[in-house]
C-alpha cells in the first residue's frame, strides 16, 4: 500500500541518519545541528517508533487531521446568529442596526461570523450584558456539530503524547520547545499573572 511504501522509505531515511549520529563524526556546527534537527523532527513523526506503534501513530494523525478538516468546514458552513433587542443595540449607529434587522422575522439579528457586524458590535454597543451575549454566542459557534470532534481530538492527541513515551500530549507537544515541560510553562504564566494582576487592579480603579 501507499501507506507502507512511504513509511519504508522514512524508515530507511531515519535508520541512515541515526547510523551516522551514532558515528560521533566531527561535523561543523551547522551540519551538526542539521543533524540533530532532522533526526527529531523523524521522531517526532513517530518513524522512530515499532513498527505496529509506527502503524498506530499514523492513523492516530490521519483520523486527527480529518478531525481538524471537519471542525474548520462546520465553521465555514455556519450561519449562527444571535437575536438582539433594541436595548441591547444602544450605541450602535442606525446604519448597523438597519443591516442587522432581519424583515421576515422583524427581529434584530447578528451574524456571528461576519468579522464587520460582530467587530463593530463589539466596538459600539454600550450594553456590557450584550456584548457578554454576543462574545459567549461567537465562542459557541458550531458547538453541536464541533464539540464531538474536539472531544475525540483530545483523546487522540492524548493517546499520541503515551505512544510517544510522555505522560500526555502537552509533554509531548513542548518537548521540542524552548520550555521543554509543561510545567516551566505553567510556572511561567503563574508568575506573569502574579505581576501583572498590580496593574490589571490599578486600571480597574480608574
Do not use: W
Not at 522514512?10 to 560521533?24: E, F, G, R, T, W
Not at 483520523?63 to 474548520?72: G, H, R
Not at 443591516?99 to 457586524?117: A, C, G, I, V
Not at 502537552?170 to 520550555?179: I, L, P
Request: glycine fraction near 2%; include cysteine.
Amino acid at each position: 500500500s501507499e501507506f507502507l511504501v512511504e513509511s519504508s522509505s522514512l524508515v530507511d531515511i531515519y535508520q541512515i541518519l541515526k547510523s551516522v549520529a551514532d558515528q560521533n563524526l566531527r561535523l561543523d556546527a551547522q551540519d551538526q545541528k542539521l543533524l540533530e534537527e532532522s533526526l527529531r523532527s523523524f521522531e517526532r513523526s513517530g518513524v522512530g517508533l515499532p513498527e505496529e506503534k509506527r502503524k498506530q501513530f499514523s492513523e492516530l494523525r490521519t483520523e486527527l487531521s480529518k478531525l481538524q478538516s471537519d471542525f474548520s468546514q462546520n465553521l465555514n458552513n455556519a450561519n449562527d446568529y444571535v437575536v438582539l433587542t433594541e436595548q441591547e443595540l444602544e450605541g450602535l449607529s442606525l446604519d448597523l442596526k438597519k443591516s442587522m434587522f432581519h424583515e421576515e422575522s422583524k427581529q434584530y439579528r447578528l451574524t456571528l461570523l461576519d468579522p464587520s457586524l460582530y467587530v463593530s458590535f463589539l466596538d459600539n454597543a454600550s450594553n456590557s450584558k450584550a456584548r457578554e451575549k454576543v462574545v459567549c454566542a461567537h465562542d459557541t459557534v458550531a458547538i453541536t456539530t464541533n464539540l464531538p470532534l474536539l472531544e475525540r481530538a483530545i483523546k487522540i492527541r492524548h493517546e499520541l503524547g503515551l505512544l510517544m513515551g510522555f505522560k500526555n500530549y502537552a509533554a509531548f507537544a513542548v518537548d521540542s520547545k524552548m520550555a521543554k515541560t509543561p510545567e516551566k510553562i505553567d510556572h511561567f504564566l503563574k508568575d506573569l499573572l502574579k505581576k501583572l494582576r498590580p496593574l490589571r487592579d490599578a486600571d480597574l480603579k480608574e
